[in-house]
């Protein structure tokens, strides 16, 4: 062990035994392996027509060399009147996936349960078995929808948490509003409801929102939403919790780093909240476009749950990472699924035009040859 003077340093356990987490191929490196400049980036779930200019206008303004507000005070102020929710009960995170960490930071200890769905979000497992705690995952069912009277049940076993996200990464639909009150009547004083809703600006008209769904409710919860998706402000990092209670809040504040969320994404998010306009319509294209592919896939005869989202799920009958090396191929970059017993499916983010064109063509091509490898022709 003469090459590592440090072997003796003893690792936390919990840390040193996570799952990596399956983040998309980083561009650059798309572009090495398949020799296409133009490379598809569909496996992140970033939005495709870029962000409000005002974004752009407000970065010119921005004094790096200056700290950022630690208390995110303007941006705070802005989603509290959206929102209509004191701001005292919001808490801003360098990404909400820092969100996720604290709230397992302030809440768990080792043996702590926590109870998240499968297929699911990577983080909703990774931070919490990071602060020790055991995961206990519910299946969803075999057409991959919520199985809420498992959740429920799952739920009365009084977990110290229930991460979920509605509408749901990386399958697609959302809690509808009775399910969601089914949910909430069901969880005990113990057990702390985090609904991820990174995807709500997506999701239908009727799905409820989860912030005004859970106000009033008793519970204890936390309601996470990003700007890294409808916004567009994914390289920035920007994204918050909202929370039932300021002590809540408090926790969360204090489990995380003083100065989290730099002045760039600070003035970013709150000019995005200033032109809603524009998320909107990007929000709207995205959405026809996702019907659209929908639509096509469903004519090639594949499975993909219809989704609430910016992306679809497409059980492609094939092994994903084998599917994703095609899809390289033609330069278009998707995330092939690994989760046991989704191994056949991959996740697809709804791009421009052109780009979903390219998949459907490179789609089409996967499936004949596997029809042709299978018929011997
Ligand atoms: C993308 C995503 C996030 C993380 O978003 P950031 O704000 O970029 O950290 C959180 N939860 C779910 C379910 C997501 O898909």
């Given at each position: 062990m003469a090459d590592f003077p440090n072997a003796g340093v003893r690792l936390n356990p919990h840390v040193a035994g996570l799952p990596p987490?399956?983040?998309?191929?980083?561009?650059?490196?798309?572009?090495?392996?398949?020799?296409?400049?133009?490379?598809?980036?569909?496996?992140?779930?970033?939005?495709?027509?870029?962000?409000?200019?005002?974004?752009?206008?407000?970065?010119?303004?921005?004094?790096?060399?200056?700290?950022?507000?630690?208390?995110?005070?303007?941006?705070?102020?802005?989603?509290?009147?959206?929102?209509?929710?004191?701001?005292?009960?919001?808490?801003?995170?360098?990404?909400?996936?820092?969100?996720?960490a604290?709230?397992?930071r302030?809440?768990?200890r080792p043996f702590?349960?926590?109870?998240?769905?499968?297929?699911?979000?990577?983080?909703?497992?990774i931070e919490?078995r990071a602060n020790g705690a055991?995961?206990?995952?519910?299946?969803?069912?075999?057409?991959?929808?919520?199985?809420?009277?498992?959740?429920?049940?799952?739920?009365?076993?009084?977990?110290?948490?229930?991460?979920?996200?509605?509408?749901?990464?990386?399958?697609?639909?959302?809690?509808?509003?009775?399910?969601?009150?089914?949910?909430?009547?069901?969880?005990?004083?113990?057990?702390?409801?985090?609904?991820?809703?990174?995807?709500?600006?997506?999701?239908?008209?009727?799905?409820?929102?989860?912030?005004?769904?859970?106000?009033?409710?008793?519970?204890?919860?936390?309601?996470?939403?990003?700007?890294?998706?409808?916004?567009?402000?994914?390289?920035?990092?920007?994204?918050?919790?909202?929370?039932?209670?300021?002590?809540?809040?408090?926790?969360?504040?204090?489990?995380?780093?003083?100065?989290?969320?730099?002045?760039?994404?600070?003035?970013?998010?709150?000019?995005?909240?200033?032109?809603?306009?524009?998320?909107?319509?990007?929000?709207?294209?995205?959405?026809?476009?996702?019907?659209?592919?929908?639509?096509?896939?469903?004519?090639?005869?594949?499975?993909?749950?219809?989704?609430?989202?910016?992306?679809?799920?497409?059980?492609?009958?094939?092994?994903?990472?084998?599917?994703?090396?095609?899809?390289?191929?033609?330069?278009?970059?998707?995330?092939?699924?690994?989760?046991?017993?989704?191994?056949?499916?991959?996740?697809?983010?709804?791009?421009?035009?052109?780009?979903?064109?390219?998949?459907?063509?490179?789609?089409?091509?996967?499936?004949?040859?596997?029809?042709?490898?299978?018929?011997?022709?």
């Amino acid at each position: 062990m003469a090459d590592f003077p440090n072997a003796g340093v003893r690792l936390n356990p919990h840390v040193a035994g996570l799952p990596p987490y399956n983040a998309g191929m980083n561009i650059d490196v798309a572009r090495r392996r398949c020799g296409f400049e133009n490379v598809a980036a569909l496996a992140s779930n970033e939005n495709p027509h870029g962000c409000s200019p005002k974004v752009k206008a407000a970065l010119a303004q921005l004094n790096p060399s200056r700290y950022s507000d630690p208390a995110c005070a303007a941006l705070r102020k802005a989603l509290g009147s959206k929102l209509d929710v004191a701001p005292e009960r919001i808490v801003i995170g360098n990404g909400s996936e820092e969100m996720i960490a604290a709230i397992c930071r302030a809440v768990l200890r080792p043996f702590s349960t926590v109870v998240t769905v499968v297929p699911g979000f990577g983080l909703h497992e990774i931070e919490p078995r990071a602060n020790g705690a055991k995961i206990v995952k519910v299946a969803m069912t075999r057409d991959l929808e919520f199985d809420l009277d498992a959740l429920i049940l799952a739920v009365r076993k009084k977990p110290s948490i229930i991460f979920l996200s509605s509408p749901s990464n990386p399958v697609g639909p959302a809690l509808d509003g009775d399910g969601l009150a089914r949910l909430i009547a069901a969880v005990p004083s113990e057990t702390l409801l985090v609904l991820d809703e990174a995807y709500f600006e997506f999701s239908d008209e009727e799905t409820p929102d989860g912030i005004k769904a859970l106000a009033d409710t008793g519970i204890s919860y936390v309601v996470l939403r990003t700007f890294s998706k409808a916004y567009g402000l994914a390289g920035l990092r920007v994204g918050y919790a909202v929370t039932s209670d300021e002590r809540l809040a408090q926790a969360m504040s204090s489990a995380k780093t003083p100065f989290n969320v730099n002045a760039a994404a600070q003035l970013a998010a709150v000019a995005a909240l200033e032109d809603e306009t524009w998320m909107r319509q990007s929000v709207a294209a995205v959405k026809a476009e996702r019907d659209r592919m929908a639509r096509r896939i469903a004519s090639l005869g594949l499975f993909a749950p219809k989704s609430q989202t910016n992306f679809l799920f497409i059980d492609v009958g094939y092994d994903s990472m084998a599917a994703f090396d095609h899809f390289l191929s033609h330069g278009i970059v998707v995330k092939p699924w690994k989760e046991p017993g989704f191994e056949s499916f991959v996740r697809v983010t709804v791009g421009l035009s052109a780009e979903n064109d390219r998949f459907l063509d490179a789609l089409t091509l996967l499936i004949g040859e596997h029809a042709a490898a299978r018929t011997g022709r």
